[in-house]
């Protein structure tokens, strides 16, 4: 369970050995802390982002890759015979399996005025604790080292290893008062709200030499996530001799979207901010505030580069603004990019422009447009339908809309919503006039794709367009920017080699794990530069790298300079290795793999990289040493470890050759309308090294019904053996009631991409009490960031609404509940009718996110989990909860029943998971 300490502002004395530097006078430091000394970095339970959290791992890491002066946090738990251990939560059921080894043994108390069942410390002894093993207790994060079986260690044994630092946090010491358990030495502490704080600081000072507060308290965010004008606290608390430490900082947590995803800007928002520094952060990823105070912090925006590796743009700022747009463009040259870029497209009249797809439904509105018709399939370009550049002239695109991409939006990571419609598409020329005016940059790189088709199928030349522009705009002839042309092409690179001076990048399309000698000379005789995947020098398996690859050192030795991509900040694009920091991953591929230039979305986190203070010398710090892959793989036991993995193939000259580029048809092929009639493509291929088939279907069906087609497809991929997927694509299709039935010869998984819509005649639906429905189907998996539209609004008008006034006025998000029954829950031993099968259900209920919910509840239980106990729900959060009861059985409460998840923020009733 993730621990927000959101609602209690926590006041606390130093305890035991908590190494913290005297107070003095910050005159003359150029840190704004309260002593004029570096913040204080604190572990919350160790290196708890990575191992569980309070373990001998987490605890052991934390001082090898942090700030040598960096602080231990134990969460103190009394057990029944007094024994003070580690563990970070009340509810020992939420980081053990203590479940399972006392099955019987959960009890119910009042935890703070709330009912709360599970399994507590004060119920048993520590020697019956011994049998139980610490797992990890946030279940976004990996699982795969609980099989360590980590004892439950003692503060006295955390003690004992003589950290370098330890704080003792005693949170439920009335509870444990209740249970005639005391702590020798305890932290005062008082739930106080932030208007209440600002009031007592003088108080606060009688007894206490500082406060630790969430860091919404310092930087509060509005309902959208985004930053608001920091508080006084900290100023304030200074004023009165107060050092402030500051909780809930976690980087596989999402915050502000004003911090890009990149947990170090946060940070030096705290540290680094021109008026104020917090004395110390909580965090579950030391490593982190480590690389910002030691490494960051006061570098200012004039420091110079240290390091050589070029910083290129993957379509300008794209993880900022929509890609490859002017706002795009000029966020990448205030970030201090190297190298801009811009991948040409061609418009139906032959303007050359910067997109980042060919098929405009990618980054643009157009599937919602006047021009949605346009949508045809072109196998030679990609798989599936799209709405190409060259079906309208670059007039029409002016008119289009940019859309943000946002890639991990399966992940519910959306990049910066508030502008993910903003800024204009530039053609190749603006682009260049842009780029020549921006003298911060080291040069351009023009990617050039369907060079073939464009020239066969459309009678369009890119390859002179873009020489043209070139020419035009004087780039042939000048030396302070670089020109870089990038293809995965050879033959397109070849009709470049007329121009000196523009350097030739050829880009692998594929995972490799090495490179063919003959194949790499191959290269040489065309390119001057390779672009490799991230995959291609550390390969991973289930998020963890397993090795490092010969790619890089092969083709270096070839004197090639190597350029990896894609890097983006978001936490789910990173193996676990790079504990979910992008400074981190970077790192270890610069300083560790030796590449010479990274392709990423957001310039601004790997250009500040480049100007760091530690990475480059001869001895840098821990925390600033690259990663060694596989190493994390190495600590999981065998029975956790993942399948292995076919490694990946070499690249060999049959890779590299390319047919010479087609002439330019003197006239393009008439394109015939589109057609009315539905179209339906199978397309079934088999992964190499494994025995996966992928099953997709594709259709233009829109706004017809769909579900004969999903039943044939399903009946079909139900009777393959092996594993298969259904995958439905970026489109809308119109189901009406639909069964799909097992049993299925092997296991099927469904990735829902596109929107799924009910019906709304009333016809298709007279006596039927379902939507879609699953049968006799073992280990269906269904994934995916689609949308399923039952289409409610068009029921509402023959449901009870003439009972309930407030029926119709239910909104999607951010949802007030006017005394409904049972507000939030998940209810699997529900029955619609009377003749249920008895039995527990082999549907597990994953990944159930509730957001900010809030209201009354008709009913006493206003959130109720009760899901399957052979198949427990995994993954639920619970994010800021505020429900009420006012009826007469007494105060509102939660029930869970085989749940397992995350409360973060207000919990009103008090979580159970």
Not at 697 to 717: A, C, H, I, P, Q
Not at 844 to 854: A, E, G, L, P, T
Request: with cysteine.
């Amino acid at each position: 369970m993730y621990n927000s300490r959101a609602q209690t502002l926590f006041l606390f004395l130093l305890l035991h050995s908590v190494l913290l530097a005297p107070l003095v006078s910050a005159a003359g430091s150029k840190w704004t802390t309260l002593s004029g000394n570096p913040p204080k970095v604190i572990a919350n339970g160790g290196f708890s982002g990575i191992f569980p959290s309070s373990t001998s791992y987490a605890y052991n890491l934390a001082p090898l890759i942090s700030v040598p002066d960096v602080v231990l946090w134990c969460d103190v738990q009394l057990t029944k015979d007094g024994v003070g251990i580690c563990a970070p939560d009340l509810l020992l059921s939420n980081s053990s399996d203590i479940a399972d080894i006392f099955k019987k043994r959960n009890k119910a108390y009042l935890v703070n005025g709330v009912p709360t069942k599970g399994w507590f410390s004060v119920d048993f002894t520590f020697k019956e604790l011994s049998t139980v093993a610490l797992t990890q207790g946030v279940y976004s994060r990996s699982n795969k080292f609980d099989g360590n079986a980590f004892s439950i260690l003692t503060v006295q044994e955390v003690a004992a290893t003589k950290p370098p630092g330890f704080w003792l946090n005693v949170q439920h010491d009335q509870f444990f008062t209740q249970h005639n358990l005391r702590q020798d030495e305890t932290d005062p502490s008082m739930n106080q709200t932030y208007g209440s704080l600002l009031k007592n600081l003088t108080f606060i000072k009688t007894f206490a030499s500082g406060i630790m507060v969430p860091k919404s308290y310092i930087w509060p965010v509005d309902a959208n996530d985004y930053l608001l004008p920091h508080t006084s606290v900290v100023l304030d608390a200074h004023k009165e001799g107060l050092e402030v430490f500051v909780s809930d900082f976690s980087n596989d947590v999402p915050f502000s979207f004003n911090y890009s995803y990149d947990p170090v800007t946060e940070f030096l928002n705290y540290f680094d901010n021109g008026v104020f520094s917090v004395d110390g952060v909580l965090a579950d990823f030391p490593i982190t505030p480590s690389e910002a105070i030691g490494c960051f912090a006061h570098l200012g925006q004039n420091a110079s580069a240290q390091a050589k590796a070029l910083v290129i743009s993957k379509y300008g700022a794209s993880g900022d603004y929509p890609g490859c747009t002017d706002l795009a463009y000029m966020k990448a040259i205030d970030d201090h990019v190297d190298i801009l870029d811009c991948p040409v497209q061609l418009a139906k009249d032959g303007t050359p422009f910067c997109l980042s797809s060919i098929n405009l439904i990618d980054s643009t509105t157009v599937a919602q447009s006047i021009f949605s018709n346009l949508t045809k399939s072109i196998p030679e370009i990609k798989s599936g339908s799209g709405i190409f550049t060259f079906s309208l002239t670059w007039s029409q695109i002016q008119t289009l809309t940019p859309s943000i991409a946002s890639p991990y939006a399966g992940y519910r990571l959306f990049r910066n919503p508030k502008s993910k419609t903003a800024g204009k598409y530039l053609t190749l020329a603006d682009f260049l006039t842009l780029s020549k005016k921006a003298g911060s940059l080291t040069g351009v790189l023009i990617s050039i794709e369907n060079a073939a088709y464009l020239a066969e199928a459309q009678g369009l030349d890119v390859v002179q367009a873009v020489k043209d522009a070139l020419s035009k705009a004087s780039y042939d002839n000048q030396v302070a920017l670089r020109v870089m042309i990038q293809s995965t092409n050879s033959s397109v690179l070849e009709k470049f080699k007329d121009k000196a001076n523009y350097e030739l990048v050829y880009k692998v399309d594929e995972n490799i794990r090495d490179a063919a000698n003959s194949a790499v000379g191959d290269i040489k005789k065309f390119a001057h530069a390779v672009v490799v995947n991230k995959a291609s020098v550390f390969p991973e398996n289930n998020a963890f790298l397993t090795r490092e690859t010969d790619t890089v050192s092969k083709l270096k030795s070839f004197k090639l300079p190597v350029y990896v991509e894609t890097f983006s900040n978001e936490f789910v694009s990173q193996a676990w290795d790079f504990f979910s920091d992008a400074t981190v991953e970077i790192n270890s591929y610069v300083m560790g793999a030796n590449v010479d230039g990274v392709i990423t979305d957001y310039p601004k986190t790997a250009a500040r990289y480049k100007r760091n203070l530690c990475s480059f010398g001869k001895n840098p710090p821990s925390y600033m040493t690259p990663v060694q892959a596989g190493s994390l793989m190495q600590v999981i036991t065998p029975g956790y470890l993942p399948p292995a993995e076919a490694p990946y193939p070499v690249l060999t000259v049959s890779d590299v050759d390319e047919s010479p580029l087609p002439p330019v048809s003197a006239t393009p092929p008439s394109s015939s309308p589109v057609s009315n009639q539905p179209m339906r493509i199978h397309i079934a291929w088999k992964v190499a090294g494994c025995n996966t088939w992928l099953v997709v279907y594709l259709s233009t069906f829109l706004g017809k019904r769909d579900e004969r087609v999903f039943e044939n497809v399903f009946n079909k991929v139900c009777q393959s053996e092996g594993r298969n997927l259904i995958l439905i694509p970026r489109e809308t299709y119109m189901l009406g009631p639909i069964v799909l039935k097992g049993p299925c010869k092997g296991q099927v998984e469904i990735q829902i991409i596109g929107t799924l819509k009910a019906l709304t005649n009333k016809v298709s639906t007279i006596n039927v009490n379902h939507w879609i429905t699953f049968r006799y189907i073992d280990r269906l998996v269904l994934r995916g960031g689609g949308e399923l539209d039952g289409q409610g609004p068009s029921a509402w008008g023959d449901n009870t609404c003439s009972k309930n006034p407030n029926c119709k006025a239910l909104p999607i998000v951010n949802i007030i509940m006017n005394n409904v029954n049972n507000p939030i829950i998940i209810d699997q031993q529900y029955c619609p009718s009377r003749n249920c099968e008895k039995g527990d259900s082999q549907v597990q209920i994953r990944d159930v996110k509730f957001r900010n919910i809030r209201g009354t509840s008709s009913s006493k239980v206003a959130v109720a989990f009760e899901c399957s106990k052979g198949k427990p729900c995994e993954n639920i959060e619970l994010n800021n909860i505020n429900l009420t009861y006012h009826g007469a059985e007494g105060v509102v409460a939660s029930s869970c029943s085989n749940a397992k998840g995350i409360a973060i923020g207000q919990q009103q009733p008090g979580s159970c998971i």
